[in-house]
Every structure is written in structure tokens, then in C-alpha cells.
Nanobody, 117 residues
Framework: QVQLVESGGGLVQPGGSLRLSCAASGSIFSIYGMGWYRRTPGKQRELVAIITSGGSTNYADSVKGRFTISRDNAKNTVYLQMNSLKPEDTAVYYC???????????WGQGTQVTVSS
């Protein structure tokens, strides 16, 4: 079972930046596509960025041009660079395998991102 630990969240003003990290246990991390998700109270978890095992990326329209997902397979870590943050980006951010992968990894504790002046 892969364990996922997110970090890097915090309080930032609108227009600011944060870099989130997701550390995954397990030596087979590199063969899986990964995604960053976010959840706000009363809403379903939303997939905002994906990166395949080959490094291809895709983004939700709401974050396109502002967020960048990347991975370092040697460190078993996925990153989310978030720039030009908006109040509507406020959420708990999680990483996990991609939907439809057939994997059933437990969700980590997530990392809180709050964008407010």
C-alpha cells in the first residue's frame, strides 16, 4: 500500500505563490500517473492537475496557466507550483493516483491552502 504525505500549504495573499509537495512511499511510484486534487467544504473533491508516468501534464481550466505539476521519481515526490493564487483556490489539497487507474490508495491528510488578504 502506498502512503501519501502532502505538505507546503499555508496562508498566502491573493497573487501569491506556494509550492506543494507530495511524498509517496513505495519503489513503484514512478510507473503511475499522479494527480493533485482539492476539496472545499460542501463540495466534491476536484482534480486540478495530472502528470503521467511519462511526464505529460494536463490541468483543469480553473488553474491552467497558473499551476504547474511536476514529479521527481528519484525522490518519489510530486509537486504543485501554484502562482497567481486567487481566493477561490482556497481548499485542502491532496495527491493521489489518477481516476480510473484501478488503484485504491488511501488519501493522505492533505495540506490546507488559504488565499486571503
Amino acid at each position: 500500500q502506498v502512503q501519501l504525505v502532502e505538505s507546503g500549504g499555508g496562508l498566502v495573499q491573493p497573487g501569491g505563490s506556494l509550492r506543494l509537495s507530495c511524498a509517496a512511499s513505495g519503489s513503484i511510484f514512478s510507473i503511475y500517473g499522479m494527480g493533485w486534487y482539492r476539496r472545499t467544504p460542501g463540495k466534491q473533491r476536484e482534480l486540478v492537475a495530472i502528470i503521467t508516468s511519462g511526464g505529460s501534464t494536463n490541468y483543469a481550466d480553473s488553474v491552467k496557466g497558473r499551476f504547474t505539476i511536476s514529479r521527481d521519481n528519484a525522490k518519489n515526490t510530486v509537486y504543485l507550483q501554484m502562482n497567481s493564487l486567487k481566493p477561490e483556490d482556497t481548499a485542502v489539497y491532496y495527491c493521489n493516483a489518477l481516476p480510473g487507474s484501478g488503484l485504491n490508495w488511501a488519501w493522505g491528510q492533505g495540506t490546507q491552502v488559504t488565499v486571503s488578504s
